[in-house]
């Protein structure tokens, strides 16, 4: 009886690494791949790409919680086309950034925010788009540093604390998102999508950024810290502190239901503009680019045109 259950547990806790993609740490040669820039921060090494006129008003798009950079494909350079400076990045523990052992909780990523646009010489006020977990972070960065920021746009942000099951346990929750939630991240990514469009160059996009070491710490810390981090109090602090707040939604919504949106509403005031999209999924910056993109340049131009 002895042996079977030996061998069970040693199955058991073998999985992790069976499972897991990452063959070794992100270094040089794997930094050869990507285009792009990179600049060392005080917590590691960040991958950005800067798009546009060194004199157009400054935008920094943020991504989600798992897909880096790439998801801004279809409108940071049609955005930097129309004469604005784009400025798109991967937040610690995705894409080519570092993946520091840090807690990933919102202090992590507006350091990283802050400490990118400082080195960057980004000094003056920039417009802030966030999509999904993005649009929380953007939120938080605007409460914490307003004077940087002319403008929020929020796509489908994340807005309440997320429930993640056992996941959220010590120990055990880290072991199960290792063999029952990790391994099929890629795929999960699809359910973002109403018409699942270039299946095949999005999973294999994303197992890129899961080869290096540190990748599956960072998304389960994440989900541990940040995501159990109430944004409420930064989305109410865009009203308190009077940005202007463009918030796009799509109906189809699956991860953050577009029914969360008249509660982000309420938090924001009076005077936030809404856009919502019908037969728009989560991924909505991607699969309806055009309108978002205009959304967005229509918004901006408008504030300029209000300035003295």
């Known amino acids: 009886m002895l042996l079977p259950l030996l061998i069970v547990l040693a199955i058991a806790l ?137 403008s929020v746009t929020l796509l489908a942000p994340f807005n309440q604390p997320v429930e993640i099951g056992p996941i959220a346990w010590p120990l055990l929750g880290d072991y199960l998102a290792r063999v029952a939630y990790l391994p099929t991240l890629a795929e999960q990514q699809l359910g973002d999508f109403v018409e699942q469009e270039n299946r095949d160059y999005w999973i294999k996009r994303f197992h890129q950024q899961m080869r290096y070491d540190g990748f599956e710490d960072a998304i389960i810390a994440t989900a541990q810290h940040f995501l159990q981090q109430d944004p409420g109090p930064d989305i109410q602090a865009l009203a308190r502190h009077e940005k202007p707040t463009l918030l796009i939604w799509g109906e189809q919504d699956s991860v953050f239901p577009f029914n969360q949106a008249p509660l982000v509403l309420s938090e924001l005031g009076e005077g936030t503009r809404f856009l919502p999209l019908a037969n728009t999924g989560h991924a909505l910056h991607y699969q309806r680019a055009e309108e978002v993109n205009l959304a967005m340049l229509t918004f901006w131009a408008e504030l300029a045109d209000q300035l003295p």
Request: proline content about 7%.
């Open 14 to 150: 073998a999985l992790p690494a069976i499972l897991s993609l990452e063959t070794g740490p992100l270094g040089d040669d794997a930094r050869k791949e990507a285009t792009g820039q990179f600049v060392t921060l005080s917590q590691g090494t960040t991958h950005y790409l800067l798009q546009g006129p060194e004199t157009g008003a400054t935008v920094v798009m943020v991504h989600g919680f798992a897909v880096p950079h790439y998801t801004w494909t279809r409108n940071a350079e049609p955005v930097a086309s129309q004469g604005y400076q784009v400025l798109t990045f991967d937040l610690f523990g995705r894409g080519y950034s570092d993946r520091p052992d840090l807690p990933y909780d919102r202090a992590t990523f507006v350091s990283q925010l802050h400490e990118l646009l400082m080195a960057l010489d980004l000094s003056t006020p920039v417009h802030l788009v966030g999509v999904s977990m993005g649009g929380g972070i953007v939120a938080a960065y605007a409460a914490d540093h307003p004077n940087h920021v002319t």
